[in-house]
């Protein structure tokens, strides 16, 4: 059975409304992060933001038309849904509940009531179906199932790009729509008469193409002519064609190979008549290898020859007798779905910051950030010299690239003049993780106005900003967002720039949480989840990595725990509990695999990785060797499936599966039992007595109550004295710390530890030159085999925190999509301000404290349709007014004063607050 689901189709478009006070904000349509979605293959959610000058402003109702036309919406008319007037403050993930087919436009709005009046109608936007059935696709896919002169298929691998064009002519009478429905593997870009579609890069999304293979949909209806036409498609290899047969240096094991590249492609033109027109790939589309693209992997970068560059190739007339037919190959096995994650484009440009002679014919580009991406480079010269490029993330000492740290990946672009007066050259199937570009062999000296850094990766929105007095804290912000994004490859990454950019699971288990602060990350990670289940072996067993490129299944919890931990992360933050549907019977069967080959007297005693990266007694060490710092491996898997199995009975709630969320609460009950029985020593510690063994249940919940206070002391005091206030944990424990010390009182260590600029810290890192984030604490001294300078799973929580506590925005406890909110942000004595903001799914939240010579001024932005619970740091209630001096508004009601804080139920607007604390 199919397994698909689409969790929000979010409507922004701008509505006047029938009340000067209340209005639909509408910019653009919605669906997963897709603006008038192409191509969806399964009925999605509905989803508005409602803003408006007045405070306190509630939805109370909504009435959603569909219809198959423009002219049908405009009149009112929903032919395909009309929810009528539904009494509900609902405007997130409403369900389609309308007529669903393929090949066809919805076209939607919405109005809502509120407390403040009724808004009218929204402007109309769309969406489009795919093609979900199996049989509605008539293409085959075609290519060459051999290589070619120049091509190496085995060990290292090497082979050039496929070229594929097709010939077609249009009918004499108006076109109404033409729609192409594309994939090409590994990656493909596709022109019709000589016009490149779309400005996406790599693309289609990496899968386990045997499970499934994902389509992308353009709209061509301006793109075709009245009479010949000429589709054309370049194909690179991607992840489908391995650049490894067999396994490589350092332990690594082999890359998963699938086939030759290969191509599926339907063009339907549907006439103004009703007639229509489908043109597909078939045996009649020409190919040839013959073409510039003489090689191209990920890994070790693209070869480029201009002199072999054939013009017109992908528009009429071109002269293809040369070229073979291109053959029916076998499908790559997995079913073909209509992509909703975006693919990698363009987000940003940087110029280089310096080129420097290194030796005669070699020179050095520092491009002053550890990026992720792609060089244009525009170059003039003689016929046949060939430009060397090749990337590094830092220098040696005497000026040279580092390369040792990039292991087997060749990582360098060759680019062979053709000689004409000015070329411009950008390769197309391969990215780069790199600060530095080592240039050989370019005519005369090279200018750093020749070159451009493109910076790539999944298009998505920023959702959030940060800022605070301290340069340092912004500038570990900073790198958090170079490294998240340089990571946004289809799928989350560990890094860019070695032979690995594999998308470990344990990396971003709480990672992906502070992630969705920054970006609009959900589709990322709803596609994700998809990998990860379609990864699962039949038993249950879950990969380490997903997709699975590498064959790892250890069966620990501590890595495939982020299955469930990133369905709970798009719940809360986003609102949607459709990957908790869908995903929820493979957490069982992966839960149970784990408990009836594992559990042992209520220890779950199978684990692989430990605290995985904790700061090693010697710098050049990867992991420690000392017992005393390492934490058991029972102990870590059993607290995570304790924390499994109480999301789990969460997610069985939300369906209404009381036997299941009972099973589960038991269970977990057993479980905690058996942990304090095994690991609570009788002075209040855990085990061996690291921050991680005493951290972990403490956040869990597994403590005894007369037993926390303790078990808390216990850390602060162990960070305090044995480690001098820095981070003594790995990347289990990293998870939890900045949050834990704060819950329980601490926040001066959370920050003490964020503003560390000795080893081992993130300020560390930046006062050794990082411009993101290590893969190890001691990254700059460490074993090469595994030191990437472009790392984020070390970040644990602190993005969180940032967010968090520092500005104090967050869901409220049990909420979910921000619903409700809690604003309680940590007041420190060293910051003179913190400015945040979040873009959630109801709408922009804002927190800007700043500490002024009279107290404390708070402004403070609550999205319509939601509420707040605001924590405001102050003595008492009269030392709070407006900043005008005005008390607080009726929409403020006092709830109590606790811990230092005056606590208010707020509705939404803005509030502009001053607190005294004179």
């Known amino acids: ?277 489908t043109v597909v790939s078939d045996a009649g589309w020409k190919i040839t290898a013959n073409g510039p693209i003489r090689a191209n992997s990920e890994f070790d970068g693209e070869e480029y020859d201009a002199r072999l560059e054939m013009p017109g190739w992908d528009v009429p007339g071109y002269d293809d007798g040369g070229w073979e037919m291109a053959e029916l190959v076998p499908p790559p096995g997995g079913r073909l779905e209509g992509q909703v994650n975006r693919n990698m484009t363009s987000m940003e440009t940087l110029l280089p910051v310096s080129i420097t002679e290194y030796r005669p014919n070699v020179y050095i580009m520092d491009m002053g950030q550890n990026m992720v991406g792609r060089i244009a480079m525009t170059v003039s010269g003689e016929r046949g010299r060939q430009v060397t490029l090749r990337f590094a993330e830092s220098l040696n000492a005497d000026g040279s690239l580092y390369m040792d740290n990039i292991r087997g990946a060749l990582v360098t672009d060759r680019y062979t003049l053709k000689g004409d007066e000015v070329e411009e050259w950008e390769p197309s199937f391969t990215y780069h993780g790199f600060r530095y570009v080592e240039i050989t062999n370019y005519p005369g000296e090279p200018q750093v106005n020749a070159f451009t850094g493109n910076v790539i990766y999944d298009e998505m929105e920023m959702t959030g900003e940060f800022e605070t007095s301290s340069s340092l804290i912004n500038r570990i912000y900073s790198n958090a967002c170079w490294g998240i994004r340089g990571n946004y490859r289809g799928m989350p990454t560990d890094c860019p720039q070695r032979d690995e950019r594999m998308g470990w699971l344990g990396d971003r288990a709480t990672g992906s949480h502070g992630e969705s602060y920054i970006f609009n990350n959900y589709n990322l990670y709803a596609k994700w989840l998809d990998d990860i289940e379609q990864s699962q072996r039949p038993n249950g067993s879950l990969p380490d990595v997903a997709p699975n490129y590498w064959s790892m299944y250890s069966d620990n919890m501590t890595w495939p725990g982020a299955y469930v931990i990133i369905a709970n992360m798009l719940y809360e933050q986003y609102g949607s509990v459709a990957p908790i549907i869908a995903h929820y019977p493979s957490m069982k069967k992966w839960l149970e695999y784990m408990r009836d080959r594992y559990m042992v007297d209520g220890i779950l005693t199978k684990d692989t990785y430990g605290d995985w990266c904790m700061p090693p007694e010697r710098p050049e060490l990867i992991h420690s060797q000392d017992p005393a710092r390492k934490t058991e491996g029972a102990l870590l898997s059993t607290a995570f499936y304790y924390r499994i199995l109480t999301l789990m009975e969460r997610f069985a709630r939300l369906q209404d599966k009381a036997g299941d969320a009972e099973a589960f609460a038991v269970e977990a009950a057993m479980v905690k039992t058996a942990f304090n029985a095994r690991y609570l020593n009788a002075d209040g510690t855990y085990s061996n007595n690291t921050v991680t063994a005493n951290l972990l249940p403490l956040c869990f919940g597994m403590v005894p109550p007369d037993s926390q206070s303790t078990v808390f002391n216990s850390i602060a005091s162990k960070t305090a004295t044995e480690f001098d206030n820095h981070v003594s944990t790995g990347l289990i424990g990293i998870q939890w710390l900045m949050r834990g010390l704060t819950m329980y009182g601490r926040p001066d260590m959370a920050y003490r530890i964020v503003t560390n600029r000795s080893y081992p810290s993130w300020g560390y890192m930046i006062e050794r030159g990082a411009t993101t984030i ?145």
């Open 1 to 277: 059975m199919k397994k698909l689901f689409l969790t929000s189709i979010v409507l922004l478009l701008a509505l006047s409304a029938c009340s000067d006070r209340v209005s639909i904000n509408v910019g653009y349509l919605r669906c997963e992060g897709l603006e008038t979605p192409l191509g969806i293959d399964s009925p999605p959610h509905l989803s508005w933001i409602v803003t408006s000058s007045e405070r306190g402003v509630v939805q109370t109702g909504y009435r959603i038309i569909v219809s198959s036309s423009a002219a049908l919406l405009q009149a009112g008319e929903g032919d395909l849904w009309d929810t009528g007037d539904v009494q509900s403050d609902a405007s997130v993930n409403i369900p389609y509940g309308g007529k669903f087919a393929g090949r066809t436009t919805y076209y939607w709005k919405v109005r809502t009531s509120t407390n403040k009046g009724q808004s009218r109608w929204s402007a109309a936007s769309f969406w489009t179906s795919g093609l979900p059935v199996e049989t509605d696709w008539k293409a085959r896919w075609i290519g060459l199932e051999k290589g070619f002169p120049g091509d190496v298929l085995t060990g290292k691998t090497r082979l050039s790009a496929r070229y594929l064009r097709r010939d077609f002519v249009v009918e004499d009478k108006p076109v109404e729509s033409a729609m192409l429905y594309i994939s090409g593997l590994g990656l493909y870009e596709v022109s019709i008469n000589g016009e490149k579609l779309g400005w996406q890069l790599m693309s289609p999304t990496p899968t386990d193409y045997t499970k499934v293979v994902k389509y992308n949909v353009f709209d061509v209806s301006n793109n075709i002519s009245g009479d010949a036409n000429t589709i054309g498609v370049t194909l690179g290899n991607g992840r489908y064609f391995s650049m490894r047969r067999g396994p490589g240096d350092y332990g690594i094991p082999e890359i998963r190979h699938f086939g030759y590249p290969c191509l599926i492609a339907q063009l339907e033109i549907r006439y103004a008549d009703g007639s229509e027109q």
């Open 774 to 918: 290590w893969e190890l604490w001691n990254g700059d001294t460490a074993d090469p085999s595994m030191n990437s300078g472009n790392h984020v799973m070390l970040l644990g929580d602190l993005v969180i925190w940032f967010y968090e506590h520092l500005a104090g925005i967050r869901n409220h406890p049990g909420s979910s999509g921000f619903n409700r909110i809690e604003m309680k942000p940590c007041i420190m004595p060293e910051l003179d301000y913190v400015k945040a903001s979040y873009n959630s799914v109801h709408g922009l939240i804002c927190s800007h404290w700043l500490k002024t010579s009279g107290g404390l001024r708070w402004d403070i932005n609550i999205p319509c349709n939601t509420t707040a619970t605001v924590h405001i740091p102050a003595a008492g209630r009269e030392s709070i007014c407006m900043s005008d001096g005005s008390p607080l508004p009726v929409e403020a009601r006092f709830i109590e004063e606790k811990d230092g804080y005056v606590i208010y139920e707020i509705g939404s607007g803005q509030y502009d607050l001053m607190i005294n604390t004179r």
